[in-house]
């Protein structure tokens, strides 16, 4: 698969569950090894870089997890994890990097107080603002969240979505969103991708995507979005038949044909490329582009 992220860009990535969305994420970042091809940050290729020269790398990306509980260590204070990464990487005395953790904790809509609150004090939603404080420690140019909101209760979803939204335009950020929620993908990202079986099948500008979804695949992950009137959207409902098939050993031809409403015979043989089409969206189907 191959993607852009431009500065102060968010790129949704979606799809569903063991579909190979975070292992892109941690590829990106290098916590997984990439077995062939390229990451380049800034026009730098990073891939081969060993640990030395990985280590200023590391500062200009981040992530932020799924479960802020699990992704922080609970015997230890927030301030300290949220000063953990300027520790290690030398920056700063400690005077200095307590006030520095202070003015991260304001930022993301915590007091100062609380740094020296353990992770099992805080609300899901503040134990995942100590987890963007902690992201943003570094100032780092890229973001992997993976799955950041999916663990909170919806109406905390929208206040922290909010929050990485203004600190992206506040900072220049970019974002890789890594999310099987398309409703959430829909208000934060600029353009989105489209993931399948490891494979991208559709990389979109955001309102092309979810207004005309072009590949059979987002057609039928769109139309599974529940609506507020069930009623008025009864009849244009997609099913996805079938179990996702293994990553593995995926399907020959196209991934996506044991579940494909359109299936030709050459969908089974033959396996489609990312074409674009006249609005520039990319996707990989036989039938359209
Ligand atoms: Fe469906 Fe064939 Fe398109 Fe694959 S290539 S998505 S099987 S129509």
Do not use: W
């Not at 609150?117 to 140019?141: C, T």
């Not at 999916?150 to 203004?166: E, G, H, P, T, Y």
């Not at 196209?254 to 359109?262: I, T």
């Amino acid at each position: 698969m191959s993607f852009t992220i431009g500065e102060g860009e968010t790129l949704g990535l979606v799809g569903e569950s063991g579909c190979g969305k975070s292992t892109v994420g941690k590829t990106v970042l290098r916590l997984i090894e990439p077995t062939a091809g390229k990451i380049i940050l800034q026009g730098r290729d990073i891939t081969k870089l060993g640990k030395r020269a990985m280590r200023p790398i590391r500062r200009q990306i981040q992530m932020v997890f799924q479960d802020p509980y699990s992704s922080l260590n609970p015997r230890v204070q927030a301030g300290d994890i949220v000063g953990e990464p300027l520790r290690v990487h030398g920056l700063g005395d400690a005077a200095e990097r307590k006030e520095r953790v202070a003015a991260l904790f304001k930022r993301v809509g915590l007091r100062a107080d609380q740094m020296k609150n353990f992770p099992h004090e805080f609300s899901g939603g503040q134990r995942q603002r100590v987890g963007i404080a902690r992201a943003l420690a570094l100032n780092p140019k890229l973001i992997i969240c993976d799955e950041p909101v999916s663990a909170l209760d919806v109406s905390i979803q929208a206040q922290v979505i909010n929050l990485m939204m203004d600190l992206q335009e506040e900072f220049g950020l970019s974002y890789l969103f890594i999310s099987h929620d398309l409703a959430v993908v829909e208000h934060i990202s600029h353009r989105v991708a489209v993931m399948y079986l490891g494979k991208i099948v559709e990389l979109a500008e955001r309102e092309t995507l979810f207004r005309a979804p072009q590949h059979p695949y987002t057609e039928a992950l769109l139309s599974a979005v529940p609506v507020p009137d069930p009623k008025a959207d009864r009849g244009h409902r997609q099913r996805l038949a079938g179990e996702v098939p293994s990553p593995i050993d995926p399907p020959s031809g196209c991934r996506f044909h044991p579940r494909c409403p359109y299936a030709e015979a050459r969908c089974k043989i033959e396996e489609p490329v990312l074409r674009a089409t006249d609005d520039g969206t990319l996707v990989a189907c036989h039938l359209r582009g």
